[in-house]
Structures are given as structure tokens and as C-alpha cells.
């Protein structure tokens, strides 16, 4: 079993900032694929970014050139740096991992709200 714990989220200013951590920990293999996913009220949860364990990163064309994903030293860990940030970023954001031994398994954190408003 993999637990997932968020943190980092809270009220900013439209053109602000906010970075976002997640720790996993548990039965983690060497390879998997950690990511952000954000779902606003009354939408579908949505990709942000992602990042495999080699270091390989894709991001939502609409978060790109404004979000950074990265994997900390621990390699367990992941970030979301949030630069620019725009009232339509507001949502819950969930931390993801992905790893496949004989079937894939998908775990979740608990979620973290960000809010963007003046």
C-alpha cells in the first residue's frame, strides 16, 4: 500500500505564487510516475503535470510556461511550483502516483485546496 500526503495549498492573489509538496511512502517502486491533478467545483478532474521516476515531465497546456513539476532528492517526493497564478486555477489539487507491477496501481492523496482571488 502507497499513502499519499499533500501540502502547500491556501488563498493567493491573482499573479501569485504557491508550491505544492507531496510525500509518498509504503511499498514504492523504483519506477513510477507521480503527478498533480486539480478538479474545480463542478468539473471533471483534470491532469496538471506529471513526472516519472527518470525524470521525464509533461504539463497541461494550460498550466505550461506557469507550473513546475520536479522530484525531490528524495525521489519519493514531488513538487508543484505555481508561478502566475489565475482565478481559474482555483481548485482541489491531488497528488497521484502510478507504478505497475503485474497490474497498475493508482493511489491518491487527500487533496489540497488552492484558491486564487482577490
Known amino acids: 500500500q502507497v499513502q499519499l500526503v499533500e501540502s502547500g495549498g491556501g488563498l493567493v492573489q491573482p499573479g501569485g505564487s504557491l508550491r505544492l509538496s507531496c510525500a509518498a511512502s509504503?511499498?514504492?517502486?523504483?519506477?513510477?510516475?507521480m503527478g498533480w491533478y486539480r478538479q474545480a467545483p463542478g468539473k471533471e478532474r483534470e491532469l496538471v503535470a506529471t513526472?516519472?521516476?527518470?525524470?521525464?515531465?509533461n504539463d497541461a497546456d494550460s498550466v505550461k510556461g506557469r507550473f513546475t513539476i520536479s522530484r525531490g532528492t528524495a525521489k519519493n517526493t514531488v513538487y508543484l511550483q505555481m508561478n502566475s497564478l489565475k482565478p481559474e486555477d482555483t481548485a482541489v489539487y491531488y497528488c497521484n502516483l502510478e507504478q505497475t507491477a503485474w497490474t497498475k496501481s493508482v493511489y491518491w492523496g487527500q487533496g489540497t485546496q488552492v484558491t486564487v482571488s482577490s
Open positions: 513526472i516519472t521516476s527518470g525524470g521525464r515531465t
Open positions: 509504503g511499498n514504492i517502486f523504483s519506477f513510477n510516475v
